[in-house]
Nanobody, 121 residues
């Protein structure tokens, strides 16, 4: 049974930084797609960043390019989202998701964590 657990959210002032973590357990695939999404109140989730654990290209939403960075620690089965120069418009619930196919993740399928709140004031 795959489980994803996010942590690292919190409140920060504009211009500050946070690092979100997503710890994965129960996953047996040798490579999978992992992504970070966020959801604003009353709106649909949107992808923030994504990557394959086997390496290769990463994806970033235009709104976070140059400010956010997705990475992983394969040994710890943990994915990270380093968020720098945070803006009030980054305030949202952040989720991590995983599946062997990025198309499934992009369609909001696969496995999801419970979310972690990021508030920028």
């Amino acid at each position: 049974h795959v489980q994803l657990v996010e942590s690292g959210g919190g409140s920060v002032q504009a211009g500050g930084s946070l690092r979100l973590s997503c710890a994965a357990s129960g996953y047996t695939a040798s490579s999978y797609c992992m992504g970070w999404f966020r959801q604003f109140p009353g709106k649909e989730r949107e992808v923030v960043a994504a990557m394959y654990t086997s390496g290769g290209n990463t994806y970033y939403a235009d709104s976070v390019k140059g400010r956010f960075a997705i990475s992983q620690d394969d040994a710890k089965r943990t994915m990270y989202l380093q968020m720098n120069n945070l803006k009030p418009e980054d305030t949202a619930m952040y989720y991590c998701a995983a599946h062997q196919d990025c198309k499934v993740v992009a369609g909001f399928g696969g496995y999801w964590g419970q979310g972690t709140q990021v508030t920028v004031s």
